[in-house]
């Protein structure tokens, strides 16, 4: 890293990071990554392609990890108010990390059986295993809510908004380091297993892969947070320890509808992940389908897309957020998406694989550059006094538009089989990416509208409105 990336976070304030631990606190952003691609990534593919389920059961059922995104805020509120063994965020991150991570090793035998019901079973048999399989999507979703927001609440505790940038860049790059080595793991552990349908082949080598990539993830997840966050009793935070506690679930709801710019930058929130995301669901199928991809070839995309995106994060917070600032970033990340979408289109209009390599490598450096912009934006626009709070409601956002984005996915790709029969795989798939590109253009919108300093002023009004009318 460059010496001035080093310096940024030295002389240090009051509780904040220094760069080893903001390194090591990246690690858990690293098991997120490198499970997204494994859980999302690969089941999505195997559960479409190879087990033929259809494509809106599987978005749709994908997409309920998302639909429990309203937990978010209560677990936010919860770290916030009620810590566990004096602490606020560390133990609640722990507990979803173990929920998460033994799900995810149970969700391999139930895509089999949903399978098999689909293929021989009755319609009771298949409406089971479709309820089976979102009920086990919903509580790995519950899983991941519980672990992640507290997560973001600490790096807010821990980082000041001077360093938070550079902060950012560090720990959203572990998570593409993540989903890179996700994605080099799948290659190299399932290559064996190209053109192969067989479920009997199939299950017993890819439950023995989750199994050990889940047992990583919680080791890796107690190594990344451990010693981080100090006891309540001798945090240097403790100065809202006592607002913390008395803004209830209640009034934090009341605070956030209070102010008009919640509102415009929750929906931007929203148009910006589903414009990155709308796609996510049908990607791997998109290779196979279009540019005739093995199994691993597939995943491999998903570690050029993180390779671009690594260098994205890194280049905005160290270069183009500087220069352009956090509106400016984000600005330019979301034209850049919008330009790689449409390339990614005419890859497939000429079914070119090294166009297709190149594409991804670019729609990850777009991907990186607006995520730096829309997190540090994301953190800079939360309240200490009420962090978790706040990050529930931005994960909130964002979680419900990857379940959007999911459900959808699914579905265009099936209406536009249905609207464009006869035309062979392409049209549908490029269905998907062109309504990606105007939701992406939508989100563009909305961030002109987002007004940092006016944020500030009506949301700590109204956070004193809310208090004095409970003491009143």
């Known amino acids: 890293m460059a010496p001035s990336a080093l310096a940024a976070f030295s002389?240090?304030?009051?509780?904040?990071?220094?760069?080893?631990?903001?390194i090591r606190l990246g690690l858990f952003q690293a098991c997120l990554g490198a499970l997204a691609v494994i859980f999302a990534g690969l089941l999505n593919r195997i559960m479409i392609t190879e087990l033929g389920l259809p494509a809106l059961l599987v978005g749709g059922a994908l997409a309920f990890e998302q639909f429990m995104a309203p937990s978010r805020v209560l677990f936010g509120q919860m770290s916030d108010a009620r810590p566990l063994?004096?602490?606020?965020?560390?133990?609640?991150?722990?507990?979803?990390?173990?929920?998460?991570?033994?799900?995810?090793v149970l969700a391999v035998p139930m895509i089999f059986q949903v399978a098999a019901a689909f293929d021989g079973g009755t319609g009771a048999d298949k409406l089971a295993g479709a309820g089976g399989l979102c009920l086990l999507f919903a509580t790995y979703g519950i899983g991941i809510s519980l672990a992640t927001t507290p997560y973001l609440a600490l790096v807010i505790d821990r980082t000041s908004e001077l360093d938070r940038p550079?902060?950012?860049?560090?720990?959203?790059?572990?998570?593409?380091?993540?989903?890179?080595?996700?994605?080099?793991?799948?290659?190299?552990?399932?290559?064996?297993?190209?053109?192969?349908?067989?479920?009997?082949?199939l299950q017993p080598v890819l439950l023995s892969f989750m199994a050990k990539a889940a047992l990583i993830v919680v080791v890796l997840t107690v190594v990344a947070t451990w010693g981080l966050e100090p006891p309540r009793w001798r945090s240097p935070l403790s100065r809202f320890t006592?607002?913390?506690?008395?803004?209830?679930?209640?009034?934090?709801?009341?605070?956030?509808?209070a102010s008009r710019q919640v509102l415009i930058f929750f929906l931007f929130l929203v148009l910006f992940t589903l414009g990155l995301f709308l796609q996510d669901p049908i990607l791997e199928s998109y290779g196979a389908e279009v540019f005739a991809l093995p199994i691993a070839a597939t995943a491999s995309l998903n570690a050029l897309w993180g390779v671009g995106t690594l260098v994205g994060l890194l280049l905005a917070g160290l270069v183009i957020a500087p220069r352009l600032g956090k509106f400016g970033t984000a600005r330019l990340g979301c034209r850049l998406i919008i330009a790689t979408l449409l390339l990614l289109v005419v890859a497939g209009s000429l079914a070119s694989v090294p166009l297709l390599r190149v594409v991804?490598?670019?729609?990850?450096?777009?991907?990186?550059?607006?995520?730096?912009?829309?997190?540090?934006?994301?953190?800079?626009?939360?309240?200490?006094?009420?962090?978790?709070?706040?990050?529930?409601v931005w994960g909130l956002a964002q979680a419900l538009s990857r379940a959007v984005g999911k459900v959808a996915g699914g579905a265009l790709l099936d209406f536009g089989r249905w609207v464009l029969p006869g035309h062979g795989p392409y049209g549908p798939y490029a269905l998907v990416l062109l309504v990606e590109v105007l939701v992406a253009f939508g989100a563009l919108l909305l961030l002109e509208r987002v007004n940092l300093q006016q944020f500030r002023q009506d949301t700590g009004r109204s956070l004193s409105n809310v208090l004095s009318l409970e003491l009143g």
């Open 360 to 392: 991804m490598v670019f729609f990850g450096l777009a991907a990186g550059i607006g995520t730096n912009g829309a997190l540090c934006l994301m953190l800079d626009l939360t309240l200490p006094e009420v962090a978790g709070t706040f990050v529930g």
């Open 242 to 257: 006592e607002r913390d506690d008395a803004v209830t679930l209640a009034q934090a709801w009341r605070l956030v509808r």
């Open 11 to 22: 002389p240090q304030p009051p509780g904040s990071l220094r760069l080893h631990q903001v």
């Open 85 to 104: 063994g004096g602490r606020h965020r560390t133990p609640y991150i722990w507990i979803g990390t173990v929920v998460f991570a033994g799900l995810a």
């Open 166 to 201: 550079r902060a950012v860049s560090v720990i959203w790059s572990m998570l593409t380091v993540g989903i890179v080595v996700g994605a080099i793991s799948i290659s190299l552990s399932l290559k064996g297993l190209d053109g192969v349908t067989d479920p009997g082949v």
